[in-house]
């Protein structure tokens, strides 16, 4: 299957600082990407859809000026957690969609995000 | 009235068995359906496609797809403790190019 490929798969920072994360799909092209939160043993959230060359569609109660998400290439979408705090602390998994295959979702490792 | 749902569990079978996991979704347009598997503190990965309506087999794995039903099921033959994950549904609405995850169903294998 097609490879998603997310990077950090862990990271620690501190309270107000920023933490970037990349996806990258490996052997597709993607045009869109998702980025998901998940807390521990809650189901996957839905935060954004990152369009590649146009603006993010965000989730209702998601704040885009908190994630930052850009999708500047077929291949490469960042996710921008900015003056993160231990409540963002999370699960991030990103994920893209092989459309001119079997239009079937793939996702990347990961990112775990601990906020001090 | 939740776009994918499925039963929580968890569901316990002994190794062995045949494990079965239901969902059923709520939008009648709905063309693509998925199950993956999530391992406790790794990301989801893709087990099964179905796009019409019956059976399709892989391996030990059986998806069934009712459209009329609104209902897609994941049967897991010779159950082993390693297929000891939460099993997650996911529908694709047509045109919306968005996927719609149900709250997965953890499964327990017993040796």
């Known amino acids: 299957g097609a490879v998603v490929s997310q990077h950090p798969s862990r990271v620690i920072c501190k309270s107000g600082t920023s933490v970037k994360i990349e996806c990258r799909s490996l052997d597709f092209q993607a045009t869109t990407m998702f980025w998901y939160r998940q807390f521990p043993k809650q189901s996957l959230m839905l935060m954004a859809t990152s369009n590649e060359g146009s603006k993010a569609t965000y989730e209702q109660g998601v704040e885009k000026d908190k994630f930052l998400i850009n999708h500047a290439s077929l291949t490469l979408s960042t996710l921008t957690v900015t003056s993160a705090h231990p409540e963002d602390s999370s699960f991030y998994i990103c994920?893209?969609?092989?459309?001119?295959?079997?239009?079937?979702?793939?996702f990347g490792e990961g990112s775990r995000l601990t906020v001090l | 009235q939740k776009e994918v749902e499925q039963n929580s569990g968890p569901l316990s079978v002994p190794e062995g068995a045949i494990a079965s996991l239901n969902c059923t979704y709520s939008d009648r347009v709905s063309q693509s359906f998925f199950w993956y598997r999530q391992y406790s503190g790794k990301s989801p990965e893709l087990i099964m496609s179905i796009y019409s309506n019956g059976d399709k087999e892989d391996g030990r794995f059986t998806a069934q797809l009712n459209k009329a039903s609104q209902y897609v099921s994941l049967l897991i033959r010779d159950s082993q403790p390693s297929d000891s994950a939460t099993y997650l549904c996911a529908v694709d609405r047509y045109n919306f190019n968005k996927f719609y995850f149900g709250s997965g169903t953890k499964l327990n294998v017993k040796p």
């Open positions: 994920s893209a969609r092989d459309l001119l295959s079997t239009g079937e979702l793939f």
